[in-house]
């Protein structure tokens, strides 16, 4: 028996596109639903956080303006100020320092610097100048989970690393 031409098997390229097309719709429906981890959060925080200082400084180099960065431990309270001409501290005009670091529900548990020790409540604030960071800063972050990053800037040099866990000496 000889088959004609159009019974063969199979499906046309139409029929597959919608396929496509419908699964594509559903996915784009339901993954900006789905959760996403504290994991994430803390990862991304603590490298955003870490992507930030080394561009205040590389900032700070290159205008010849200082900024600050001020934290208050216990919370997820975070701001970046420029220094203007007279000494007061105001709203930075780079867009991509006018908003919080750290990702909302993710806290700053405390900061350690070697001349204040380790500030754990109140405000503190991180000046960076010309010369970058003035002293050793240790952050360390905290998911709800428990998860903790250590985000370590270095004076002098722009140096800004992270890290998974607690850490309270560099590596």
Do not use: C
Not at 138 to 159: E, N, R
């Amino acid at each position: 028996m000889v088959r004609g031409r159009g019974s063969s098997g199979g499906f046309t390229l139409i029929e597959i596109m919608v396929v496509v097309v419908i699964i594509s719709m559903v996915l784009m429906l339901v993954i900006p639903k789905l959760p996403s981890s504290d994991q994430n959060n803390l990862k991304n925080s603590a490298r955003t956080l870490a992507s930030t200082l080394r561009y205040l400084q590389e900032r700070a180099a290159a205008s010849g303006s200082g900024f600050s960065l001020t934290m208050a431990p216990g919370t997820d309270h975070m701001k970046i100020s420029e220094v203007s001409g007279d000494g007061s501290r105001v709203e930075p005009k780079d867009p991509l320092l006018q908003k919080s670091p750290i990702i909302a529900g993710i806290i700053v548990t405390d900061v350690r610097i070697p001349r204040l020790g380790k500030v754990t409540e109140g405000e503190l604030r991180v000046d960076v100048g010309v010369g970058g960071i003035r002293d050793f800063v240790t952050i360390h972050l905290q998911a709800p989970s428990g998860q903790f990053w250590t985000v370590m800037a270095f004076p002098s040099g722009g140096k800004v690393k992270q890290y998974p866990g607690y850490l309270e000496d560099p590596l």
